[in-house]
C-alpha cells in the first residue's frame, strides 16, 4: 500500500502561480506513476498532469502545457506541481494518485489505487 500526503494549495489571483506537493510513502516500488487530478463542482475528475517515475517522462492534459510542470524527486519521494499563469478555471480540488499502469498519455482515475486527501486551489478574476 501506499500513501499520499498532498499540502500546498491556496488561494491566488489569476495569472498568480502556486506550487503543490505530494509526499509518496509506502510502498512505493509497487508504483510507477504519480499524477495529479483536479475535480470542480458537477465535473468529472480529470487527469493534469502525471509522471511515470520509472524514466522521468511526463505528460499533461491540454489545458495546462506550457503552463504547469511536474517533477519527481526520487531521493525524497516527492512529486511537485509547479502552476503559473493560472485561470479561474483551474480553480478546483487537486488530487495526487499513484499506480502501476503502462507508459501512456492519457489517464483515467479508475486506474490509480492509492490516493490523497485533496487540496484546494481557488484561482479568482
Known amino acids: 500500500q501506499v500513501q499520499l500526503v498532498e499540502s500546498g494549495g491556496g488561494s491566488v489571483q489569476a495569472g498568480g502561480s502556486l506550487t503543490l506537493s505530494c509526499t509518496v510513502s509506502g510502498n512505493t516500488y509497487s508504483r510507477n506513476c504519480v499524477a495529479w487530478f483536479r475535480q470542480s463542482p458537477g465535473k468529472a475528475r480529470e487527469g493534469v498532469a502525471h509522471v511515470f517515475t520509472d524514466g522521468g517522462t511526463t505528460y499533461y492534459t491540454d489545458s495546462v502545457k506550457g503552463r504547469f510542470t511536474i517533477s519527481y524527486d526520487n531521493a525524497k519521494n516527492t512529486v511537485l506541481l509547479q502552476m503559473t499563469s493560472l485561470r479561474p478555471e483551474d480553480t478546483a480540488m487537486y488530487y495526487c494518485?499513484?499506480?502501476?499502469?503502462?507508459?501512456?498519455?492519457?489517464?483515467?482515475?479508475?486506474?490509480?489505487?492509492?490516493w490523497g486527501q485533496g487540496t484546494q486551489v481557488t484561482v479568482s478574476s
Open positions: 494518485a499513484a499506480g502501476r499502469l503502462a507508459e501512456m498519455p492519457t489517464i483515467v482515475p479508475g486506474w490509480f489505487n492509492d
